[in-house]
């Protein structure tokens, strides 16, 4: 840790330093502080088509948590990152040692092929993977059977897209990182007789462990506010994708389909506050390897 | 951790200095395994956009009607990005023009702010910079979605919904931009230069731009690729805070022409007018991509390593 | 950026919101400073009209209207189609701010958007002078009693389009009863087990509410001046048997159960997959930009009846203008709404040949451009001599002011019946519960 401060300077630094911070704290404030207090007061009235808004303390709330469809939603966001997450970071890692071990040609076009989805807007993505899923005019409709977008599968296809559209830029930073360990490491390993594969999972895994607690929580982050994929997709198949599909869809539809602002406020704060838990378990179950410090 | 760090501005150099000494696969078997992975997942990855090119080639009946991933005998691109380019009334020019507005006019601005507070976190001692910086890092796990409804309430009693400003204010902020360049400042910006110019009788300001701004550039340059990006895929907020069509950016108005083909009384289906339109809306991104390699790249390390 | 929307009213109780508006006041104060403050001032000219529509080929409905007006003018946006623009209007309304002076609804939306007080009652700009233009039905979804909440546009009343090459080559009879569709279902089963008698579209509430209407089930009884008594019986007798019926030929694999409006639907309407389409007054127009390739062996016959001998009807969906309460303009507001289309001929000219629409004016319906049209797509049949006895034929009918909802549970519940994890019937029962333990959550006083 370097040190920066003589004593002299501390006061004007302590200006500048304002001064600097000051415009990105402005948005800050305006932008994402006062939003989110306007929507906890928001989280406490309560609204009825007929009487209009009274407050109603914690009654939101309660009700969220009471509510079938919330919890569904919840479960369903979690499972689907714990499923999802596990498997995209692991074919973005296979992916990042494989760039890292193999040098040609192929290896450095595979790189950008990966990398590309990411460069494709979500709702552009969804859109195309809409298509692709369709039974009678999509390809995947010659080769299977299964419906893709009916309720027992769709999970499993949205998990696709998101796999698809995200794994190659969780490759970059993986490859990225397994660029910036010494060499030195390998060498010795290499020297001990240690096989590719076991210089892969024993060395450069363990190695670039920060890196891959970064994109895992944000995976989890992203997951758990899943929301324009089961959106855009919805109209294919409204009854396997519904309005409560995830809490980020329910609360968009409570908001914007039923007017209930109230309670899609509440139910914002408590997925938020489940992001919030979540992220910060995970944090803390592997601080030691945390780049986010 | 603190004392691995690796000098970041290096990383390229290693990456083609081990490129030159061919640290590759040890057995052709290996080899071949790898290659046979990478072509697999290859595939996977690509397959979409050729739906997309040979999709884009036909018309509706095509696109109902033959094989999806191969081409059908009419060759109909042309024909599409023609109705593409003309349809209610050329909308669909406006809207790529309207995405690179917000795209350009966010990805420099989120940039400028957070390079002056990045810096700031990392080199300044001011009181609250702790704090302050905890709070960021604590707002960035708040769901987006839980603070469009009441920006949008808030911003409309500015009288600023369905205007430009409406998309492009709150597309300035970016709390992960700030922790990245901060993260980046602290470890490449040398605090004896600082000091130096200091010395010398320069400003804060100008400590900054002439001593922090050439050291951060590698890092700014993929903060301002990310939030172009981002801001270009953005869909949800300017979906509420526009209503007028001319001010849509392209995710939302092809989503509009989608919705309006999956309405039966909302006039003719054009399908495969969405479909070339979200071919030529890709273009622009996969190009900006292939030039900027170097960038996004390096830049990605910052987060990365640490 | 004007200075004018520095100007901040009703910021009492608000502290949050006032302090936020005053710093992007200010925000807005920079921005307009660098250039782009160019929006006009109060028009001393012709009064200009804000209207949110998403008709197709609209702008040259708008156009016409302009020329022909010179005291006010129409300045249109697309704001998205069907539950976008809804969004938008109800964000908009409940900001105060942002809103079109006058707004296309569909029939279904009327209630809602009237139970928040946020629409205009016309009456009082003279709207009811035009209702001899409208058959009885149509009027009552837009009013009670003397106001008038919306002009009616179009409407979808319903038919049943079949491929006349299909049956002719499987020697089908066209059905005239419901049972009878059942009937040459089954020989075009047997004699092309690949195809269907139609597609079930369970994500579409206005052609399953279509259907339903027809079969004389009235799911919501409900009037603006009755609020907030609402009653709700969703699953009564004549809708449990439209359900059972089509539960019945689903499971019988008679008809396929792609969603509605999906490149699927499409496929199968345009590769023969399908040997009927039941469409609304819009189908046709529709049906001939999907399946291009087929023009030419599409024929309209009146829908399948219960009873044989009936002309029972149902209406799929139809839309109407409404004047929002945000206007400073009520007046030429409602003019506008009334003029827009109306009775205009050359309006109409638009919205029959390049929007699809079907009129609800009378003057439109008995006008022989219209009823006598041949459409090509149809082999020269002048369809509208089936839809308009159809639409003519249409009974009365409420919607509940809480369509969104309504809608959703229908389609939710119905797709969860398709998937056999319930019976279509028992589909609505749990609607009917759910809707009404909606209702009530939202302060009505629910009678089923």
């Known amino acids: 840790m370097s040190v920066v401060a003589r004593r002299p300077r501390v006061g004007r630094q302590a200006v500048a330093g304002w001064l600097f911070v000051a415009p990105f704290t402005v948005l800050l404030v305006f932008f994402l502080l006062l939003p989110m207090l306007y929507a906890a007061k928001l989280s406490l009235y309560r609204s009825t088509l007929v009487e209009g808004e009274v407050f109603a303390w914690l009654d939101n709330y309660r009700q969220a948590l009471d509510d079938p469809e919330f919890r569904r939603g919840v479960l369903r966001v979690v499972v689907f990152g714990l499923v999802q997450t596990p498997v995209m970071i692991g074919i973005a890692l296979v992916a990042a040692l494989l760039v890292d071990e193999v040098t040609s040609r192929f290896s450095r ?28 005019t999509g390809p995947l409709s010659s080769v299977t059977d299964v419906d893709f977008l009916s309720s027992g599968t769709v999970l499993y296809s949205l998990g696709n897209i998101v796999t698809w559209q995200w794994a190659g830029y969780n490759m970059i930073v993986l490859y990225a990182a397994l660029q910036g360990v010494p060499r030195e490491v390998y060498e010795s390993a290499r020297i001990d007789g240690a096989g590719a594969v076991q210089t892969a999972l024993r060395i450069k895994t363990p190695m670039i462990s920060a890196a891959i607690v970064l994109v895992t929580i944000f995976t989890i982050i992203g997951t758990l506010q899943f929301f324009t994929e089961p959106l855009i997709l919805q109209p ?38 489940v992001v919030f838990v979540g992220s910060y378990i995970f944090l803390f179950a592997t601080r030691r390897r945390s780049a986010l410090r | 951790m603190s004392d691995t760090v690796t000098e970041r501005s290096t990383v390229s150099e290693a990456v083609s200095e081990r490129a030159a000494t061919g640290r590759t696969g040890r057995t052709t078997g290996g080899r071949i395994a790898s290659h046979a992975v990478m072509a697999l997942m290859a595939a996977y990855f690509l397959l979409p956009f050729w739906w997309l ?39 669909y020019l406006r809207w790529l023009r309207n995405s690179a507005l917000y795209s350009v006019v966010s990805g420099v601005g989120a940039t400028a702010l957070a390079a002056l507070a ?37 911003m409309s009693e500015a009288g600023l919904t369905d205007t430009v400003w409406a998309v492009i204010l709150p597309s300035l902020l970016n709390p992960f931009g700030v922790y990245l360049l901060r993260v980046y400042a602290h470890d490449s910006v040398p605090d004896e230069m600082l000091e130096a110019a200091r010395i010398d009788g320069a400003g804060e300001l100008r400590v900054f731009r002439s001593v922090a701004l050439p050291a951060m550039r590698p890092a700014l340059v993929t903060v301002l690729l990310f939030t172009m990006v981002a801001t270009w895929n953005n869909f949800f907020l300017p979906l509420v805070m526009l209503s007028d069509n001319d001010l849509f ?58 | 950026m004007s200075a004018r929307h520095l100007s901040v009213e009703r910021r009492q109780r608000r502290p949050i919101r006032t302090m936020i508006t005053a710093v992007l006041a200010a925000t807005a104060l920079v921005a307009a400073g660098c250039g782009g403050g160019d929006e006009s001032e109060e028009p001393s000219g012709p009064v200009k009209i804000k209207v949110w529509a998403w008709y197709p080929a609209f702008q040259g409905v708008v156009d016409h209207f302009n020329r022909t007006h010179t005291d006010v003018q129409i300045e249109w946006e697309n704001a998205g189609a069907g539950q976008d623009q809804y969004t938008k209007l109800q964000t908009a309304l409940k900001a105060g701010k942002g809103a079109p002076d006058v707004a296309m609804l569909e029939f ?41 909440y919306a002009i009616p546009v179009d409407a979808g009343p319903m038919a049943m389009l079949y491929r006349e090459d299909i049956f002719k080559q499987h020697n089908l009879a066209v059905p005239k009863t419901w049972a009878e569709y059942k009937e040459v279902a089954q020989k075009l089963k047997a004699a092309s087990p690949g195809s269907f008698i139609t597609d079930f579209g369970a994500n579409d509430g206005g052609f399953m509410t279509g259907l339903m209407w027809q079969a004389g089930a009235r799911p919501f009884e409900y009037t603006a001046a009755q609020s907030p008594n609402v009653g ?65 062996k599409w024929r309209a016959a009146p829908i399948p009846q219960w009873n044989a001998g009936e002309k029972a009807q149902g209406d799929w969906g139809g839309s109407s203008f409404a004047v929002t309460d945000q206007t400073k303009y009520p007046k030429q507001a409602t003019q506008v709404a009334m003029e827009i289309f109306g009775a205009d001929k050359d309006a109409w000219k638009i919205g029959i040949d390049e929007a699809f629409l079907f009129p609800t004016a009378t003057p439109i319906l008995e006008w022989d451009y219209f009823v006598t049209k041949e459409y090509e797509f149809f082999g020269g049949q002048k369809v509208n001599e089936v839809f308009v006895p159809a639409y003519n034929g249409i009974g009365e009918f409420q919607w509940s002011p809480f369509n969104s909802y309504y809608f959703n549970q229908l389609s939710t519940n119905l797709n969860q019946a398709i998937e056999k994890k319930t019976s279509w019937t028992a589909a609505l029962d749990t609607a009917q519960q759910n809707i009404t333990t909606y209702a009530a959550q939202q302060g009505f006083k629910v009678a089923s």
């Open chain 3, 108 to 148: 279904q939306e009327l209630p809602t958007f009237q139970l928040t007080k946020h629409l205009v009652d016309m009456g009082k700009y003279g709207a009811n002078d035009i209702k001899g233009d409208y058959v009885d039905w149509a009027w009552k979804q837009v009013s009670n009693g003397d106001s008038v």
């Open chain 2, 118 to 154: 990045g810096y700031a976190f990392a080199k300044l001692r001011f009181p609250g910079r702790n704090l302050l910086f905890a709070a960021l890092l604590g707002l960035i796990m708040v769901p987006a979605t839980a603070l469009v409804l009441p920006t949008y309430l808030l």
């Open chain 2, 249 to 306: 950016p392209l995710t939302v108005g092809l989503r509009t022409w989608y919705q309006s083909a999956t309405l039966g009384n909302a006039g003719p289906a054009l399908f495969n007018v969405i479909v070339v339109g979200a071919l030529v809306a890709i273009v622009p991104l996969i190009v900006a991509f292939l030039l900027l390699q170097r960038y996004w790249r390096g830049g990605l390390t910052i987060g990365a390593l640490k």
């Open chain 1, 236 to 273: 294919l198949n409204p009854g396997a994708v519904t309005n409560s599909y995830t809490p980020n869809v329910y609360a968009y539809h409570q908001a914007f389909s039923y007017q209930q602002y109230n309670y899609s406020a509440a139910i914002s704060f408590l997925l938020g506050a």
């Open chain 1, 109 to 136: 076009l595979f790189r950008l092929a990966a990398f590309v989805p990411y460069a494709v807007p979500v709702v552009i993505g969804t859109l195309m993977w809409g298509f692709l899923y369709s039974p009678n």
């Open chain 3, 232 to 296: 709700v019986r969703l699953n009564n007798d004549p809708a449990k048997k439209v359900m059972a019926y089509w539960e019945d030929m689903v499971d019988g694999g008679l008809v396929d159960t792609v969603a509605y409006g999906t490149t699927d639907q499409y496929s199968g309407l345009g590769s023969g997959k399908y040997a009927t389409y039941i469409a609304a007054g819009w189908g046709p127009g529709y049906l001939a930009s999907v399946a291009k390739t087929t023009s030419g």
């Open chain 2, 53 to 91: 090119l040979v999709a884009s080639t036909k018309d509706n009946d095509g696109l109902f009607g033959s094989a999806p991933l191969w081409f059908s005998g009419d060759f109909k691109l042309f024909d599409n990005l023609s109705t593409l380019f003309s349809h209610d009334g050329g909308v």
